[in-house]
C-alpha cells in the first residue's frame, strides 16, 4: 500500500498564493506518475496537473499558466504551487499517485485531500 499525505491547504484572497505538498510513503516502489486532482461540491473530481517520474507535466486549461506542479523524487513528494488564486479554484485537493501493473493498467492511490478556499 502507498500512503498519500497532503498538506498547505487553507484560506487565501483572490490573487493570492498557496502551496501544496503532498509525502508518499509505504510501498512507493514503481510509483510513476503524480498528480494532483481537486472536487468542489456539487461537481466531479476533476485533474488539476500531473507530472512524470522525469518531470514531464500536463495542466488543466483552468489553470496554465498559474500553477505549476514539482516533484522531488527523492523525497517522494510532489508539490503544487498555486498562484493568482479565483474564487473558482476553490475545492477540495487531492493527491495522486499511479503505480503500473500492465502496458494499459495501473493501480491509483489517494491522499485524504486538502481543503483549498479563495475567498475574500
Known amino acids: 500500500q502507498v500512503q498519500l499525505v497532503e498538506s498547505g491547504g487553507g484560506l487565501v484572497q483572490p490573487g493570492g498564493s498557496l502551496r501544496l505538498s503532498c509525502a508518499a510513503s509505504g510501498s512507493i516502489f514503481r510509483i510513476s506518475d503524480m498528480g494532483w486532482y481537486r472536487q468542489a461540491p456539487g461537481k466531479q473530481r476533476e485533474l488539476v496537473a500531473r507530472?512524470?517520474?522525469?518531470?514531464?507535466?500536463n495542466y488543466a486549461d483552468s489553470v496554465k499558466g498559474r500553477f505549476t506542479i514539482s516533484r522531488d523524487n527523492d523525497k517522494n513528494t510532489v508539490y503544487l504551487q498555486m498562484n493568482s488564486l479565483k474564487p473558482e479554484d476553490t475545492a477540495n485537493y487531492y493527491c495522486n499517485a499511479r503505480r503500473p501493473k500492465t502496458v494499459i493498467t495501473w493501480t491509483d492511490y489517494w491522499g485524504q485531500g486538502t481543503q483549498v478556499t479563495v475567498s475574500s
Open positions: 507530472i512524470t517520474p522525469g518531470g514531464i507535466t
